[in-house]
């Protein structure tokens, strides 16, 4: 009996490192094809630009980015990605985009105050009119006297973007920042400054057309998003050309709410009177 249990032990044993071997080999398997994958990709995008004549330094800038890309990618999955959320259904992608995106959304006073009253509207614009984009280090979004081709308001979720209007001073915008709100209430609104990324960043893009649809019919008890707009448009034609700014600070941001939105306040969350850039 005594051996025949020794045996047993064995057995398993010996079936157990099988297992694991099996996993080990898969596992390096796996590993080897994606980075032969990536090689390859990469060999292709060096044949390209050698093919096209473009320069040494441009040539390394680009190929350095698209390996932060990738890097990027491995370690933040896009949703696209995703196969298996198609499945999921339409609800339950609603709460999952409100999840992980209203946090941010509401740093800014006035989501704050619309999720106050209610989350309906901030759900669908989570869900609908929002997505991610991962952007690396020194990427131009946008540049002084641009016109935006796709009107988006910005947030930062991870990283840290660099914004400069005259090209030397420059404000950084990190976890709790914003930018460019401005394109929600005018239709013909020009850039003012530049944006650039500091370091591998990733940003939650607001589109503004899809936000007008979506926030053109919504009715809260005590927010007149008519009268936020016009508030919002009266201070930036306040300012001369030299003020204007794709920015706003916090203070500024509250000042307007408090406006338009009987018995605000900022008690709700934490202690936020201040800058969104530093």
Known sequence: KRGDLQYLHFFFAFFAVIAFASEV????????????????????????????????????????????????????????DVQLLSLVSEPLRIELHFAYLHPHLIQHPLFEAWLNESDTLLRLLCHSAMKVMSVSAGDILFSRGEVPLVPQMLFVLKGSLGYTRDGDEYEYLEGEGWICEHVLWSADWIYHGLLEAEGQSSIACLNAERFQQLSGDARFPRIDLWEYAKEFLRWVNDMNDMQRSDLMSMEEAISIVTKVVPGFGRHQSRNKLQSVFW
Request: no cysteine.
């Open 25 to 80: 080999t898969s596992s390096m398997t796996r590993l080897h094809i994606i980075t032969g994958q990536q090689g390859m990709h990469l060999r292709t995008l060096r044949k390209f630009l050698i093919h096209q004549g473009v320069s040494g330094s441009l040539s390394a800038r680009v190929q350095e980015n698209a390996i932060q890309a990738l890097r990027s990618h491995q370690q933040n999955v896009p949703e696209e």
